[in-house]
């Protein structure tokens, strides 16, 4: 199987700008292919918005960031292309003219996932060469965030290429649903899609307005659908006998005329009352920080981290997929070469300022940059190979002890690189001394903290220190050796006194 490395994207809008920036975090190249003017500026724009989410979405250390570049042609991006992602406008006849062009001259071992949110993949497999690696990978917007990826095939698409696609999305994360056949709307789609047809009736009727729809989601079943789903729930409204006692108690409902499954025609005066009551909506609302498009997609982002955040700690749902994910991350990053020199200050953890650090005087708080060096901290450890499969035997090192001094200010989007230094140690503790700069530009520009940290070596079963295990322990003696004729640092041993 062809190792993708570089994603080749067909579109860059909202949908395929967030794919790109999906990739890009998870250390592909992308090429993007797009002839709107400002298909560049809008890509970095949710790119940008991207880093926020993911340095918020997991504490794991991500890959070094791919590249990015914008092509002119189907044909240049077909190149360089290990997979492509095509997230054109809907229009049957574009998509199947875009596979048909594209498929001349990229190669057959070369993946392609369309994003379409109802075209059938046999449509636009019609007239391209080698249309078993064809198929449908319809994401969720924010797609840079979102866990859930339907894949659909197509009637030519082979089971090998759907293995290999399923196979591909994990390692960004996703969560792939594999469709059996064929559907129109696929699956999530028409679910929604019931939803809000209901709505629109109820608006029409003044039944409900868009507000009271919105509340009675996301207030109640919304919450619940993020960790179990519809049948789940009514499961265990059936008490201890289940959903056989759910659907007898419930099931005649079902015959009753509640629900109206037929669309209403969407007449100007229905779409007219449905945009009023949405500004509506929008103008009374207190939830939003600010009515800025990009501040609000920032705020949802953090919404949606924080539920799967949450549900991380439950291990169920997309918490459950984001720890494996998590996991997956870890091994990474403890795999991956690094041509660190152990005799230097180990430059491992850089970061931007996140909102959520920024207190009232708007820079960054105490607690953020604890959180910081506690991370830097784990990079040493991980450099010398406290990995995940080291702390499940059950021994890692902890932080018994930490002194930071506040030297300079940090604000919201500023990156910074830290820059760590083992003052001493032995087979047990770990003395270590951090520097915080800020970056100006690629270069280290003025240290704006600094803190010490001291970490035993403990035995998580009787939460006693004692010696670490091969190959940490050898490890880490070359690096305190390696280390020992480095200057002390001014601040060392610093203290309130």
Not at 246 to 263: S, V, Y
Not at 400 to 416: K, L, P, T
Request: hydrophobic share 40%; glycine share 8%; net charge negative.
């Amino acid at each position: 199987m062809r190792q993708v490395k570089t994603l080749g994207l067909i579109g860059g809008g909202v949908i395929g700008g967030a794919w790109g920036a999906r990739a890009i975090i998870h250390g592909l190249d992308v090429v993007l292919f797009d002839p709107a003017p400002n298909a560049e500026k809008s890509f970095m724009a949710i790119l940008n918005n991207a880093r926020f989410a993911w340095q918020q979405m997991t504490m794991s250390p991500l890959p070094k960031e791919g590249s990015f570049k914008l092509v002119s042609s189907l044909q240049e991006l077909a190149k360089v292309a290990d997979w492509v992602q095509e997230s054109a406008p809907e229009n049957p006849e574009l998509k199947t003219k875009i596979m048909a062009e594209l498929t001349e001259s990229l190669p057959a071992d070369v993946g392609i996932g369309s994003s379409t949110s109802g075209i059938l993949p046999s449509i636009f497999q019609a007239k391209a060469k080698h249309p078993e690696r064809i198929f449908v990978a319809h994401p969720f917007n924010p797609v840079y965030l979102l866990p859930l990826l339907e894949i659909c095939p197509g009637g030519k698409t082979s089971k090998e290429w759907l293995q290999r696609a399923k196979e591909f999305y994990e390692t960004l994360g996703f969560q792939p649903l594999m469709m059996d056949r064929e559907v129109e709307g696929f699956i999530a789609d028409r679910l929604m899609e019931t939803l809000w047809r209901e709505a629109l009736h109820m608006i029409e009727n003044n039944e409900a307005t868009a507000e009271q729809l919105d509340d009675a989601v996301r207030f109640g079943c919304g919450i619940r659908w993020a960790f179990m789903g519809t049948f789940m729930t009514y499961r265990l409204a059936g008490g201890e006998m289940g959903m056989h006692h759910f659907m007898k108690q419930f099931g005649p409902a079902l015959e009753w005329n509640w629900t109206r499954l037929k669309a209403p025609p969407l007449t100007d005066e229905l779409l007219n009352k449905i945009v009023a009551q949405s500004d509506g909506q929008m103008e009374n609302s207190t939830d939003w920080k600010s009515k800025n498009l990009r501040d609000m997609e920032r705020q949802r982002d953090e919404a949606i981290i924080g539920i799967m955040q949450s549900l991380r700690t439950l291990d169920m749902a997309a918490g459950k997929t984001l720890k494996k994910h998590e996991d997956r991350l870890y091994a990474l990053a403890h795999r991956q070469e690094t041509k660190i020199d152990d005799s230097k200050p180990l430059p491992l953890f850089a970061n931007m300022v996140l909102p959520k650090w920024v207190d009232y005087n708007e820079h960054m708080t105490e607690f953020a940059y604890l959180e910081n060096f506690g991370n830097a901290t784990d990079a040493v450890l991980r450099h010398i190979g406290m990995d995940a499969a080291y702390i499940a035997s059950g021994f890692s090192f902890f932080t018994v002890e930490s002194h930071i001094c506040h030297i300079g200010q940090m604000r919201v989007g500023e990156r910074f690189q830290i820059v760590s230094q083992v003052l001493g140690g032995g087979d047990k503790k770990l003395r270590l001394f951090h520097h915080m700069y800020k970056m100006d530009g690629d270069k280290l520009g003025a240290v704006v903290a600094t803190a010490e940290h001291f970490c035993l070596h403990v035995d998580h079963k009787t939460e006693k220190s004692c010696a670490a295990h091969e190959p940490v322990l050898s490890k880490l003696q070359k690096l305190i050796a390696a280390q020992s004729n480095l200057a002390m640092p001014e601040r060392a041993g610093r203290k309130i006194g």
